[in-house]
């Protein structure tokens, strides 16, 4: 188990990487804006899910094959972006006022909101790479088990994400309900949300392999 000296200031870099903007940042305050904060926090619980899947990667060594392994970056990049410019395009068809199966535009499930979380960071091979990189600068060896370890900080730092990121929820929560007394604000939000989805589709695809 790591010593609190250790712990005190992973926390402390946790919260700062968490409060940093980025792509998914973008995704939580669009999804609180326009869906409310519920959406907007099941897709931040999406986040924070998927470390359950990418710390034991991680813990067993098996993330330094996509750090290593052009191929498996790639086919991993390709598969979330295909996803996520999916999502986007039928978010914004939806917001036009059609979709897949006629049905008009609204607010997503929850359950939708979670799983566009999910594979949005599941999907992306460089939070992996992060976590092989940032997380082993907290590890001793000397305090047993590194695997254990592994674990817990992984745990923390997505616990501590999902802390900052439901403050967020609530605070774009909040101001889109002060702004729904525009009634074309819910259709132009959609849009956006997909636009944005597209946006990190794109951004995945555009990635250089090599920048890792």
Same mark, same amino acid.
């Given at each position: 188990?790591?010593?609190?000296?250790?712990?005190? %200031?992973?926390?402390?870099?946790?919260?700062?990487?968490?409060?940093?903007?980025?792509?998914?940042?973008?995704?939580? !305050?669009?999804?609180? !804006?326009?869906?409310?904060?519920?959406?907007?926090?099941?897709?931040?619980?999406?986040?924070?899910?998927?470390?359950?899947?990418?710390?034991?990667?991680?813990?067993?060594?098996?993330?330094?094959?996509?750090?290593?392994?052009?191929?498996?970056?790639?086919?991993?990049?390709?598969?979330?972006?295909?996803?996520?410019?999916?999502?986007? !395009?039928?978010?914004?068809?939806?917001?036009?006022?059609?979709?897949? +199966?006629?049905?008009?535009?609204?607010?997503?499930?929850?359950?939708?909101?979670?799983?566009?979380?999910?594979?949005?960071?599941?999907?992306?091979?460089?939070?992996?790479?992060?976590?092989?990189?940032?997380?082993?600068?907290?590890?001793?060896?000397? =305090?047993?088990?590194?695997?254990? =370890?592994?674990?817990?900080?992984?745990?923390?730092?997505?616990?501590?994400?999902?802390?900052?990121?439901?403050?967020?929820?609530?605070? %774009?929560?909040?101001?889109?309900?002060?702004?729904?007394?525009?009634?074309?604000? +819910?259709?132009?939000?959609?849009?956006?949300?997909?636009?944005?989805? !597209?946006?990190?589709?794109?951004?995945?695809? +555009?990635?250089?392999?090599?920048?890792?």
């Amino acid at each position: 188990m790591p010593d609190p000296a250790t712990l005190t %200031a992973f926390i402390a870099a946790a919260f700062i990487l968490s409060v940093t903007p980025g792509p998914d940042m973008a995704l939580l !305050i669009s999804r609180g !804006i326009g869906h409310g904060w519920k959406s907007a926090w099941f897709t931040a619980l999406g986040f924070t899910l998927a470390g359950l899947i990418q710390i034991p990667l991680l813990a067993l060594g098996i993330a330094s094959v996509f750090a290593s392994s052009p191929l498996a970056f790639d086919l991993l990049r390709y598969a979330g972006a295909a996803y996520l410019i999916w999502r986007g !395009i039928k978010l914004i068809w939806s917001a036009a006022g059609y979709s897949p +199966t006629g049905g008009a535009a609204g607010a997503p499930h929850y359950l939708v909101a979670l799983n566009d979380g999910l594979m949005a960071s599941l999907t992306h091979p460089k939070v992996l790479v992060f976590l092989l990189a940032f997380l082993p600068q907290f590890v001793k060896p000397e =305090q047993g088990s590194v695997m254990l =370890q592994f674990a817990m900080l992984g745990l923390t730092l997505k616990l501590v994400a999902l802390a900052v990121e439901t403050t967020i929820a609530l605070s %774009a929560g909040a101001l889109g309900r002060s702004l729904a007394r525009w009634p074309r604000f +819910t259709l132009w939000q959609e849009r956006v949300t997909g636009a944005i989805l !597209i946006g990190l589709g794109m951004r995945l695809l +555009t990635m250089d392999a090599r920048a890792r």
